[in-house]
């Protein structure tokens, strides 16, 4: 039996239906990301497993026990908000130490606890700090020692780092994968970033209008969609109709299925070269623009009324340039068909 499993979960709020028959399961020790886009579900499930929200019908079980309708205080679960939510008046220590006291944990225990856990998260020097004097990496790290200091079952995270800038997002990202392992949590975040979910995650689950599209490794969602969402939602993939992509291969493809293609998977070469036929296709056309994208270039390329984007490492990009006569490979192995 997995750890947590969501069986046939519904939710609505008055006429809109939310949750449509969840049924999910995640492992114990498992980094998991609710991942789509806003209104698709995926805060509603995290807020149904803490026990914010009351479900219409199912079960969530938790470790084997039914917590479907137990008290959000019983579920040891800890819980991490887009907005931090720490006590202004109080210091880094007491943010931390409030759960426990509130436990009535003994002080002892209370400040060894706190003091080493402050210590994880790289705050050791903040303890007597306010959130007003802190950062808000620092206020987000003070939230998170606020929850496992607590020694929760599961770690849930609602969107923790969207109010962050790029470069200090992506250190948190790294020290909360790290403190996942340290204290061998398991912990679900909801977020609508794909780039986040590929990077944080052991399993997404990509959610749409209430139902779960698709589960697996993000190298699974990202190198095998099973539908047409998926690809779009996933990795930038570019889609044409049936019609789109017989034009681009001069009536060698007949089908009317969608072709999905990876960016990464085309090869754009300045002069045409020979290649067999029965394993690729070669389009002829124009670069129409490029975007250079940190360490990749996307080039845009016009092929019969057709625009790819296809992307090239950006050592590339000064042998390239716009309105540029190209060729393009792609072997018929890296296609994606969808009905």
């Avoid at 969840?22 to 698709?40: A, R």
């Avoid at 092929?303 to 984007?309: A, R």
């Amino acid at each position: 039996m997995a750890y947590i499993e969501f069986v046939d979960v519904n939710k609505s709020y008055g006429n809109n239906k939310v949750l449509k028959n969840i049924n999910l399961s995640i492992e114990k020790n498992d980094f998991v990301t609710l991942l789509g886009s806003s209104g698709c579900g995926k805060t509603t499930l995290l807020r149904c497993l803490a026990g914010l929200e009351t479900i219409d019908s199912g079960k969530i079980i938790l470790d084997g026990e039914d917590i479907t309708y137990k008290n959000p205080r019983d579920r040891n679960l800890g819980m991490i908000f887009q907005s931090y939510a720490l006590f202004p008046t109080m210091n880094v220590f007491n943010n931390v130490a409030y759960g426990l006291k509130i436990k009535k944990t003994d002080e002892e225990t209370i400040e060894k606890e706190v003091l080493n856990t402050l210590e994880s998260v790289g705050l050791g020097d903040k303890v007597k700090s306010y959130p007003s004097q802190l950062s808000g990496g620092e206020k987000q790290r003070v939230a998170l020692a606020r929850s496992i200091v607590m020694k929760p079952k599961v770690l849930l995270l609602d969107e923790p780092f969207s109010a962050i800038d790029a470069k200090l997002r992506r250190s948190l990202q790294i020290k909360f994968k790290e403190l996942h392992k340290e204290y061998g949590m398991t912990s679900i975040m909801v977020t609508h970033d794909q780039d986040e979910a590929m990077f944080m995650s052991d399993t997404i689950h990509l959610m749409k209008d209430g139902n779960v599209e698709q589960s697996g490794s993000p190298t699974d969602l990202y190198l095998q969609p099973k539908t047409q969402y998926v690809a779009s939602f996933m990795g930038n993939y570019n889609i044409l109709s049936g019609e789109e992509f017989s034009r681009l291969t001069k009536g060698k493809y007949m089908d009317s299925k969608s072709v999905v293609l990876r960016p990464e998977t085309i090869e754009i070469l300045l002069s045409k070269v020979r290649v067999d036929e029965n394993k690729f296709y070669q389009f002829e056309g124009v670069i129409d623009d490029y975007i250079p994208q940190g360490n990749i270039v996307r080039f845009i390329i016009l092929i019969e009324g057709v625009k790819l984007n296809v992307d090239a490492l950006i050592d590339n990009i000064s042998n390239f340039s716009i309105g540029q006569k190209v060729y393009l490979n792609i072997s018929l192995e890296k296609i994606l068909y969808f009905d």
